[in-house]
């Protein structure tokens, strides 16, 4: 079965540059969602979206934005880029439907390191 | 602000010992889930727990979930070693548009042989 995809899976970046993080959902799902893990930490909610509108917003930096395109697929911008930046970025995306269980399918993240 | 704890935060078991990861959340939450990473890996579903008294198992692990006690536990029967990992549980804001999931802060659980 389809999963969700992430692209690059690894990035390296310097201080104060952009970077531009991608995601597939699985096909027919309807709503993606960004997390960020930092080391030994939790995932943290950043930003989801239903039919390619924003539906809510966590805790993402000013220096980030996100959009979902017409085909689906998402992408995380992240600007002016911090050391604190660096942790794993995942991807996730569901099918929000009143029988659907609400379970989130994760991609295999991309790991964003700054320098 | 729903708010997901999880205990122990570290967990070394024996291999065939038993134990028990406890997951309490601080508000409603219409359902509970439970994921499991790998060192650097993804977020790989374990349990999707629906309504008050839902148990599920596989293998060795089955998880609950006490809607009304906010409780969800993992148990974790005759510890294999390749059950090392990093065990989540999430929950979700009943009602509203709100479908993000709120993770606990994780149970590093290591198993000796």
């Known amino acids: 079965a389809a999963g969700v995809i992430q692209s690059p899976r690894h990035l390296i970046k310097e201080k104060r540059e952009t970077a531009t993080l991608k995601c597939y959902p699985i096909p027919r799902h309807d709503t993606v969602y960004w997390y960020q893990q930092g080391p030994g930490q939790d995932p943290q909610f950043l930003i989801s979206f239903y039919e390619k509108m924003q539906s809510d917003k966590g805790s993402i930096p000013d220096r980030f934005s996100a959009q979902q395109f017409s085909d689906y697929h998402s992408e995380l911008n992240m600007s002016s880029l911090e050391l604190g930046d660096s942790a794993l970025y995942f991807c996730a995306s569901s099918l929000r439907r009143r029988q659907n269980t609400g379970e989130l399918f994760f991609g295999e993240g991309s790991r964003l390191t700054v320098l | 602000e729903l708010k997901v704890e999880q205990n122990p935060l570290f967990l070394s078991m024996q291999e065939g010992k038993n134990y028990t990861i406890y997951c309490n959340y601080s508000t409603t939450s219409d359902r509970l889930y439970w994921y499991r990473q790998d060192p650097g890996k993804s977020l790989e579903s374990l349990f999707v727990?629906?309504?008050?008294?839902a148990v599920k198992q596989e293998g060795r692990l089955m998880a609950s979930l006490d809607t009304k006690a906010r409780l969800s536990t993992l148990h974790i029967t005759a510890a294999v070693h390749d059950l090392s990992a990093t065990y989540f549980c999430a929950g979700r804001n009943s009602g509203g548009s709100n479908y993000k999931l709120t993770f606990g802060k994780g149970t590093l659980l290591t198993v000796n042989p």
């Open positions: 727990l629906l309504s008050n008294g």
